[in-house]
């Protein structure tokens, strides 16, 4: 098997290294589109009455949906793993995302080991979830397994 040589495999990959994703803008059809597919129509997620009334401005995105988009921002970054499985997640909810936030993610590699599989590696990624005001609004750890420099070695 082989895997874009673009991708950062185990070997290459150093506890410290930090970066930045891209944005992505939530909208209102992010968060439709979510709770049609999760069934999750709670009131703080589709109301805007019953949102300002807890003290928020105006409807709530579901806190899934902001680590689903975390996910995919480190999927589309800049810097890229040769990812196999994403193991996972310990992630704390520490603000409001609203319609209309941009949000990005800040990802930094705490640490890393092998497994067994000579062809592949664990890296732990440390994820801060920021809106546009810099503010961060979700936080917390990935285990994530990836290929190693052997992978074209083994079956």
């Keep these: 098997m082989k895997i874009d040589k673009a991708l950062l495999r185990y070997e290459q990959i150093e506890p410290g290294l930090a970066f930045e994703t ?3 803008t939530v909208t209102e059809g992010h968060i439709l589109g979510f709770a049609g597919l999760t069934g999750d129509f709670y009131d703080i997620h589709m109301d805007d009455e019953y949102a300002r009334a807890l003290g928020y401005p105006g409807r709530v995105a579901h806190g899934l949906l902001g680590l689903a988009l975390c996910d995919g921002l480190k999927n589309r970054a800049p810097v890229r793993f040769a990812a196999i499985v994403s193991l996972n997640w310990r992630w704390s909810f520490t603000g409001p995302i609203l319609v209309g936030d941009r949000i990005a993610a800040r990802i930094t590699v705490l640490s890393k080991r092998l497994t067994k599989n000579p062809s592949r590696g664990i890296v732990t990624l440390g994820f801060e979830l920021v809106n546009q005001k ?19 070695d083994a079956s």
């Design 134 to 152: 810099g503010e961060v609004v979700q936080k917390g750890e990935n285990d994530l397994m990836v290929h190693g420099a052997r992978i074209d």
């Design 22 to 24: 891209g944005g992505i």
